[in-house]
């Protein structure tokens, strides 16, 4: 079984335990350190400090070669609880995605403002597509192999080359080259942009980049990146844990219908929607067993517009089980 799909299967009861999933006093109970609530945008934004500097590399960085990278600008504090968050799930039998439930993780996103507002645009949004990865020895023993993320057929770059969609990746522990960090091809390296995008692949092994980073700092790249996460070795110093999530501009239509504002409540449902429309989005390359499935079939519709965000190829699967429900029930 893939990784993906193991976390999930670790326990000998892990079928009946998917049940807790839905539950908020499950999750608050779990990590104490953390917080669920309706409103995680309630109180004021508390936007990082970022030396402007950082600003200029980060803006220039990502027009010329695609990415962006700063120092760490996440409270340690908070990388810490968020990283023993997701320990605290994997070992309780669950998926890391689901440290995405906590309001802390949405918060962080509103707090990058210094960093996200010059590159994106002032407004700028996240949205419900994202990831969590704990690379390790006893868990995924690598990140996810080469690929670029231009998911979404539509320009997601400006005339002067700023994104009008990144991927904002953060790491909550230290990564460098032993515990799987990130590594890309800087995008003015990369001879398949802007015209032949289905192919991956580099000429000279110097192109490449590997990005060690300090736990707090903050990585994005466009849609037409290359990059991929490398392979834990047994000389790791400890796990890589990190998430990796859309923002957007505010101007421009969103990419996808799961957008999140921040002036807006975010219920723990639609967090547990948005988790269940990714995990049934990777399904095609995870093969999560059937009982998972079934889960997600369940929290997705907890989302209004849940058809258009179910995968085409599961959309029957998806509409028999609800049949089967029914006819239970009835
Ligand atoms: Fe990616």
Not at 3 to 8: D, G, I, L
Not at 29 to 43: I, R
Not at 61 to 82: D, F, H, K, M, S
Not at 237 to 248: E, M, S
Request: charge should be negative; proline fraction near 9%; include cysteine.
């Amino acid at each position: 079984m893939i990784a993906e799909a193991a976390y999930f299967t670790r326990q000998p009861d892990w079928a009946s335990g998917l049940a807790r999933i839905a539950s908020t006093g499950f999750w608050r109970s779990l990590n104490p350190q953390l917080h669920l609530t309706d409103t995680p945008f309630s109180g004021p934004a508390q936007p990082y400090s970022v030396e402007p500097a950082q600003v200029s590399q980060a803006l220039e960085q990502v027009c010329q070669e695609g990415y962006l990278q700063t120092a760490p600008a996440i409270p340690t504090q908070l990388c810490e609880a968020l990283a023993q968050g997701v320990l605290n799930i994997i070992a309780a039998g669950l998926h890391p995605i689901y440290v995405s439930l906590y309001d802390e993780y949405w918060q962080i996103l509103r707090n990058l403002a210094p960093i996200f507002g010059p590159v994106l645009g002032d407004g700028y949004l996240p949205l419900g597509d994202f990831w969590c990865w704990c690379i390790s020895q006893e868990t995924s023993g690598s990140g996810w192999g080469a690929h670029r993320d231009y998911q979404f057929k539509s320009n997601a770059t400006r005339q002067d080359g700023r994104p009008l969609l990144v991927t904002a990746w953060l790491p909550f522990t230290d990564t460098d080259p032993l515990n799987g960090c990130m590594y890309l091809v800087p995008q003015d390296r990369d001879e398949f942009i802007p015209d032949r995008l289905d192919q991956l692949g580099f000429k000279n092994p110097q192109d490449l980049r590997a990005l060690p980073a300090r736990a707090g700092s903050v990585l994005a790249w466009n849609q037409y990146v290359q990059h991929w996460g490398g392979r834990y070795s047994r000389w790791a110093k400890g796990p890589r844990i990190a998430t990796g999530v859309y923002l957007q501009s505010g101007d421009v239509e969103p990419f996808v219908g799961k957008v999140v504002h921040f002036d807006q409540p975010l219920l723990p449902a639609t967090r547990l929607g948005f988790i269940a429309s990714n995990i049934l989005n990777y399904h095609m390359y995870h093969h999560y067993p059937e009982p998972v499935l079934r889960m997600c079939f369940d929290h997705v519709q907890l989302l209004p517009n849940f058809v258009e965000l179910v995968p085409p190829a599961l959309r029957n699967p998806m509409a028999d089980y609800l049949d089967e429900l029914e006819t239970a029930g009835g």
